[in-house]
Structures are given as structure tokens and as C-alpha cells.
């Protein structure tokens, strides 16, 4: 069995180097930050920061000056990873287990993967942290990042506050020294210096969860902006300058290593400004800057999803900088980028985004010209049509049904002209429509967390992830507050075998805590210790209770889970009679 384990190994080796004999694949490097939106550069007029190294950057790149994403955090990771639009992905969310990327669809990573590169990524990944969902599951070799969609959130590290923290490590708890934004990009400096010289391409995805808030950052960086009345936010502008002093490091680090040559090295944000504008009830920018545009972060209109994307490529591959205002968007990226590494099956593979490598090299892309690209913000449990939906076209944005804006001379979108173009909204209308029935079907895909697995086992579980139905408690401290709320996990059990399953009031990592300890983080917010006096747990149509409090740390059920889908919720009774969900739940086969 040994020996024909290693033929095959071979054989793939050998298939590969074959497939890509006399062809050097480009190095491929993807920076994208979080929350800062198109206006938040100086190369972009941004008269309150100097963004010197993203400028510089600029000068020597394509930079697509009409691109757009998806208006939060998960929806922009899922499709600019796998070519599709969010909603299809099953990823429309940030939490209630609308966050977690369908396995239908494989990843650039695992695309690459195939083709012989190596794999990483550092920093936030918020595509799920359970198997099947985790960034190792879904193609990444080399894996850095934190919990949740931010640090400091439920399935963080707890206590994690971006300064000498714990993040996971290729699956391990690992502490490192420094600010969050230092270590993603400090690591994969030191990660792409080893690659270099391994003789294989790479590609190499940083993800920074700034300028994310809480708008923590080493205090330098937010001193220039604490005295400018103009400025917003001091701690978001902090961060987005300590963004692009480590963009400096990168490039310095890719020149200096000799790896310009053959290094296509890509910028761009995940939706529009959340802390560098603010903005009256309609949208518009009463302090601040952003760019003209109205609306930001989780907004239909402009502002919300139209975001920087400059991208630098080797010489040799005679992609000249220049600055285009072609409609692009973030599920372009994944055919664009398989495209240019030549991949003999791209034509059978099917994406909603589609390549411009055409553009890129020629400055022009016909099928560019009549293109309508669709976004919306769902954040519910199932996508509602029509719901803060943006219909675009060249420079023509429909508004939930019923305002339409010309850009070219209306940017800020002030003059609603639907009544001039009766015939172009419904033609716009018409497109919804058919974009609507082809990716309803998806909408009802539940994409599981799988317990029960070699993979994962035990699995911690997190409130982040229940199907509930208001927000559920996703941040620790909403954990600290003791949070009313309830819903089920979305699970699916691998083999039928024996479980134990555990509730916890708190992250488990704090069971070595004192009753003292404790009670200081109940206080945080209630003034009281919660003391949890029952439990019980429903799963399918059976229902279990204990009153059983494990070293007074957690509730502890013994069943047997047969193999299948499985809706599974909790609930635990404080001795005031009052129930919540339990914010943390192990399984483990046994």
C-alpha cells in the first residue's frame, strides 16, 4: 500500500511538472484590508491622510477605478475567492451561519492548488472556523488568522485585543509579539522569503481585519489625526496608516528578494468606508471624505461597494499601468487570475464573474461595455428579493426598484432620474429578474459545520454561528453581558457513533478561572454573577435535561448521534429562571 501511495505521488509530481514544462507561473500576492474604502487613500484625494506607499503603489499599477464588491465583510471573501456572487455561495451574511462558504464551490486557493503552487493566507479569513468551512479545508497550505470576523469576537482567542495575541496557527493556538496588522504582514514577509527560494509559485492571500473596529492601533499612528477636527475617527485613520506603511514593507521585501519579475501583487478593500466618513440620513458625507460618494460600508449606494483595486504585474507580462473605469467586480478576480496562469481546464470551469485579462492587456474589453453587475445587502436569514439591491451598468445605478443615477454626471447621486428612463429601468428590472430565479435555488442550500470527523473532533462550537432570528451574540462581549438570546447550529453528523457534548457559559479557556474571575466579567456589564442552574439540549425531536454542572465550568450530555443532518439548540437556566442559548457547545465522538 506504501509502495503505491508513493507511485501515484509520483505520478501527480510528474503530471504537473509536465502540464507547466517551459512556463514560469507568476507568484501571486493578494492584500486585501478591511473596511477601508475607496476614499481612503491620498492617491484618491483624500486630503486628511497620506497613504505615501499605497500612492506609490499606485503609480506603477493598473488601477480599475469602477470596481466593485459586496457591501460587508463575508459576502466580498466569498466571492472574490471563488468567482461566484456571495449570495450563491450561501455566504450573504456576516453571522447566523450565513457566513460560511459553500463547499460546491472550490477556491482560487485549491484552483492554484492544483497547479502546483503553494498556498497561504494571514490575518481574517470569516468563511467559517469549522470544518468543513476553515481556511485548511478549503485549499490554503501555509494558514495564520483569528476567529470569527474580528478580533476580539466569540470564536477569538478570548481576552485577543490586536496587540500580542493568539491566533491560529495551522490549526494551533499560537501567541505572537506586536500589533495584528504587523504580524499578517511581518509573517508572510518571512513566509514569502522561504517560498522563494523552494522553486515553487505561490500565491499568497493577506487579509488584514483592519481598519475593522474596534479602531485600535500603536499610538503614533493615530496621534497625527487626534487634533483635526475634519477627522472622524483618529483610530480608523491609525490603522489605515499603518496599512500602508506595511504595504511599504511588502514591496521593499518583494524587491529586495528579487521576486518583482515574476510577482503579480494585488490591493484592494472588502466594501466601502466604515470610519472614514460620517454621513447624514440620506447617505451623504457631512464630515469626513469619501470620495464624492454617497453611502458607505453595508449601503446599496455607491459608497457602500465601490471600492480601490490596483494591481502590479512583472514586466514580462505586458500589462502597462494605466487606470480604467470599465465596470468590474470582485468575482472577476478567480477568472482572471486562471486565465493568466493558462490552466488547460479554465474553459470548463463556470463562473458569475467573468476574466478581463482582455482589458488588462488591451486596454479594452467588449463584453465589458454591456455588462450588468447586481449587489445587494441581505443580512438576513434568507435572502429577500429586490432587498438594498444596486442594479449597475456602465455608470447607470438602480436603486431598490424605484431611483436611477447617471454617475457621469451625478456622482453623488442626488438627482433621481427614473422618470426619464422609464425604458433603461426596465431593462434593468428585467435583468434582476433573471439574475434572481438563476441563484434562488441556492438560497436553500444549507451549508453544515460536519462533527464527527478526523478533521475536527473535538468541535467547538459558538452562538456566532446559530440560525437565530435577531442578531445572535457574536462578539465576546456580548458573551461578558450574558446576552438573552437562542438559535440552532446547522450541523451534520459524519458516522453515527456516541457524543459528548458539553455547554459552556464561557469560552472553555477560561475554566481555570476563579469564581472571582468570573464574576469580574459578569460584572462588566450586568453587575451580577450569572449562575447557571439547568440545562437542556434538543435535537431533532428529542430532548434532553441536566442539572449536572461539571466543575461548575459545564453541562455534560452523553447520546448517540446517528449519521445525517442534525438542527441542534441549547438551552441554559440561570437561578433567577431566566434562559439563554449556551455560547459555546463541544462535541466530541467517542
Known amino acids: ?46 486630503p486628511l491622510l497620506q497613504t505615501p506607499h499605497l500612492d506609490r503603489f499606485s503609480t506603477s499599477a493598473v488601477n480599475l477605478t469602477n470596481f466593485h464588491v459586496a457591501t460587508t465583510c463575508s459576502p ?56 468543513p468551512f476553515r481556511p485548511q479545508d478549503r485549499g490554503f497550505d501555509e494558514v495564520l488568522v483569528h476567529g470569527g470576523g474580528g478580533i476580539g469576537q466569540g470564536p477569538d482567542f478570548w481576552g485577543n485585543d490586536y496587540f500580542d495575541d493568539t491566533y491560529l496557527h495551522n490549526g494551533e493556538d499560537k501567541q505572537f509579539n506586536g500589533y495584528c496588522a504587523d504580524v499578517w504582514f511581518g509573517e508572510a514577509i518571512k513566509h514569502i522569503t522561504k517560498q522563494s527560494s523552494s522553486g515553487e509559485p505561490f500565491f499568497c492571500y493577506i487579509s488584514s481585519n483592519t481598519a475593522h473596529g474596534p479602531h485600535y492601533a500603536p499610538q503614533q499612528f493615530i496621534d497625527p489625526f487626534l487634533n483635526n477636527e475634519d477627522v472622524v475617527n483618529a483610530g480608523f485613520m491609525g490603522q489605515v496608516a499603518n496599512i500602508d506603511e506595511n504595504m511599504g514593507k511588502l514591496m521593499d521585501a518583494i524587491n529586495q528578494r528579487g521576486l518583482k519579475e515574476n510577482t503579480i501583487v494585488i490591493f484592494t478593500n472588502d466594501n466601502g468606508t466604515a470610519g472614514g466618513a460620517k454621513l447624514d440620513k440620506s447617505g451623504h458625507v457631512i464630515k469626513g471624505f469619501n470620495a464624492g460618494m454617497r453611502g458607505k460600508k453595508a449601503s446599496e449606494y455607491e459608497g457602500g461597494h465601490r471600492v480601490g483595486f490596483m494591481a502590479q504585474f512583472p514586466e514580462s ?3 502597462k499601468q494605466s487606470t480604467y473605469n470599465q465596470l468590474t467586480t470582485y468575482t472577476d478576480l478567480v477568472p482572471t487570475i486562471i486565465d493568466i496562469v493558462g490552466d488547460d481546464q479554465a474553459e470548463e470551469k463556470s463562473f458569475d464573474g467573468k476574466s478581463i485579462l482582455p482589458l488588462l492587456k488591451n486596454g479594452e474589453q467588449e463584453d465589458l461595455k454591456e455588462r ?91 452562538s456566532h454561528d446559530w440560525h437565530a432570528e435577531h442578531t445572535p451574540p457574536w462578539h465576546q462581549d456580548h458573551v461578558r453581558s450574558g446576552q438573552i ?54 435535537f431533532n425531536n428529542k430532548e434532553l435535561e441536566s442539572n449536572d454542572l461539571q466543575n ?34 463541544e462535541f466530541k465522538k467517542v
Not at 501527480?12 to 473596511?35: A, H, R, Y
Open 372 to 462: 450588468i453587475v447586481i449587489v445587494d445587502t441581505q443580512r438576513s436569514e434568507l435572502p429577500i428579493k429586490w432587498k438594498r439591491s444596486c442594479i449597475m451598468k456602465d455608470q447607470w445605478r438602480l436603486i431598490n426598484k424605484t431611483e436611477l443615477y447617471n454617475l457621469s454626471f451625478d456622482p453623488g447621486q442626488t438627482d433621481n432620474i427614473i422618470e426619464h428612463h422609464p425604458q433603461l429601468a426596465d431593462e434593468f428590472l428585467t435583468s434582476y429578474e433573471s439574475w434572481w430565479s438563476d441563484q434562488e435555488p441556492d438560497h436553500l442550500i444549507d451549508n453544515r459545520i460536519i462533527i464527527g470527523t478526523t478533521h475536527e473532533n473535538p468541535s467547538l462550537l459558538m
Open 552 to 585: 461548575g465550568v459545564h453541562f455534560l450530555f452523553k447520546t448517540k448521534l446517528e449519521k445525517g443532518d442534525l438542527d441542534f439548540q441549547t438551552w441554559v437556566t440561570d437561578e433567577e429562571g431566566i434562559e439563554r442559548g449556551s455560547y459555546y457547545v
Open 1 to 46: 500500500m506504501i509502495m503505491k501511495y508513493l507511485f501515484y505521488c509520483c505520478l501527480i509530481v510528474l503530471f504537473v511538472s509536465c502540464k507547466n514544462e517551459g512556463k514560469q507561473l507568476p507568484n501571486i500576492i493578494l492584500v486585501m484590508t478591511d473596511d477601508q474604502g475607496y476614499g481612503d487613500y491620498s492617491c484618491h484625494g483624500n
Open 317 to 319: 507580462m505586458n500589462i
Open 76 to 131: 466580498t471573501r466569498a466571492g472574490l475567492l471563488t468567482g461566484m456572487h456571495c449570495n450563491r455561495t450561501g455566504t450573504w451574511h456576516t453571522v447566523n451561519g450565513r457566513s460560511f462558504l459553500s463547499t460546491r464551490f472550490p477556491t482560487i486557493a485549491s484552483y492554484l492548488k492544483e497547479i502546483g503552487y503553494h498556498t497561504s493566507i494571514f490575518g481574517k479569513w470569516h468563511l467559517g472556523d469549522n470544518y
Open 485 to 538: 438570546s437562542n438559535g440552532p447550529w446547522s450541523l451534520h453528523v459524519a458516522e453515527s457513533s456516541d457524543y459528548e457534548i458539553k455547554l459552556y457559559r464561557w469560552h472553555p479557556s477560561l475554566a481555570h478561572k476563579s469564581d472571582a474571575e468570573l464574576m469580574a466579567y459578569d460584572d462588566w456589564k450586568i453587575g451580577k454573577s450569572l449562575k447557571l442552574v439547568s440545562s437542556r439540549i434538543r
